[in-house]
């Protein structure tokens, strides 16, 4: 049986689809993935481009909150930004809720001094999620 994990963050435009992405692509036998947020963001570009570039399609994916997965459950929800953590949503009892919070790729790369230098933020956060997905479910402590 599958884990279902949750990925929630506060526009489910980037690191979240990174999350879900990732999951599908190296847990799928594993994990059953998706993601959300406490409002929907739309796609953002640099982040299905950077995902493409190492074989990852997000691009099907869409930008949805929690009401959208109404009915279904989820064995985690992973908190991946700060604001999400702190809003994030009644689970139910069986559901554990845990927080690993990564960079948030479009505010740094409005700090980027060229057009180029931008998705060097997007990879390497997405780097980061990659490390982190491929240890679940096993890294997941249960007390």
């Known amino acids: 049986m599958k884990t279902k994990i ?8 980037c690191r ?16 059953e993935a998706a993601s959300a947020g406490v409002w929907t963001h739309g796609l953002n570009p640099l982040a299905v481009k950077v995902m493409a570039e190492v074989g990852v399609a ?6 949805k909150t929690t009401d959208e997965l109404a009915g279904r459950e989820f064995d985690y929800v992973i908190t991946v930004c700060s604001h999400a953590d702190e809003n994030c949503p009644f689970f139910r009892a069986k559901t554990r809720v845990l927080h690993h919070g990564f960079d948030d790729p479009p505010k740094l790369a409005l700090e980027a001094a060229t057009d180029e230098e931008a998705p060097l933020h997007y990879r390497r956060v ?4 990659r490390t982190f997905v491929k240890k679940l ?3 997941i402590v249960t007390d």
């Open 126 to 129: 997405r780097d980061e999620i």
């Open 58 to 63: 997000i691009s099907s994916q869409h930008s």
């Open 6 to 13: 949750l990925f929630f963050c506060t526009g489910n435009s």
């Open 16 to 31: 979240s689809r990174m999350a879900e992405g990732w999951a599908r692509h190296l847990k799928h036998d594993r994990i």
């Open 137 to 139: 479910p096993e890294s």
